[in-house]
């Protein structure tokens, strides 16, 4: 086994971890989809031969799904199932689309995240650690969704820098969940 696939499955296993601490939290579903990504992604391109680039838009809208209000799911449904039938019906396996679907649901993702952080913030005058790390999290997923489409020779480099930061970010997310997460109270907040 190669150091690259050492690392893969290092996060792999981390990411089984996260979604233990979030049952009964808003972010359940979200680390959930995590925790089966990758070995799910592993054993399609080992067994399957269909290319990650084609699956990891569709758990990236599952996790979407799951982050959105009642009004969006409806649109969710109808983007998953032209993707969908977009995989069916195309030979064309090795395409840029999945990439640039998932690099724009990921966009999507983080716009959410940050709203979240945001909302809390202005509820409690305070950062929550876990939201903040958060936000963190899919921002690396979107620059590294957009590398990689930019260039795919420096975006390997970039998936295995952003693989180490992440699983950092897997274990934090394994030790606190948005609800005991360390908050740092901001002082001269009251206007």
């Known amino acids: 086994m190669t150091i690259e696939w050492s690392i893969i499955y290092l996060s792999m296993f981390i990411w089984l971890l996260p979604p233990f601490r979030n049952v009964g939290t808003k972010y359940f579903f979200f680390f959930f989809v995590f925790a089966i990504e ?3 992604a592993v054993f399609v391109l080992k067994k399957i031969h269909l290319f990650h680039n084609m699956l990891f838009p569709l758990f990236t809208l599952f996790i979407l799904y799951s982050l959105v209000n009642k009004k969006n799911k409806r649109i969710l449904l109808i983007v ?30 983080f716009v959410l995240f940050v709203s979240d952080f945001l909302t809390y913030f202005d509820e409690h005058h305070s950062v929550n650690l876990f939201l903040t790390l958060l936000v ?3 921002f690396i ?17 970039i998936f295995f820098v952003s693989l180490f930061i992440q699983i950092f970010l897997g274990i934090a997310f394994t030790i606190w969940n948005v609800n005991n997460s360390p908050k740092f109270k901001i002082k001269g907040m009251d206007l």
């Open 136 to 138: 963190c999290y899919e």
């Open 141 to 157: 997923a979107v620059s590294k969704n957009i590398l990689w489409i930019l260039d795919l020779s420096k975006g390997i480099v």
């Open 38 to 40: 990758d070995p799910l």
């Open 80 to 109: 998953t199932a032209v993707y969908l039938s977009y995989i069916i019906l195309s030979s064309d396996t090795n395409s840029q689309l999945g990439f640039f679907l998932n690099s724009i649901l990921h966009v999507y993702i």
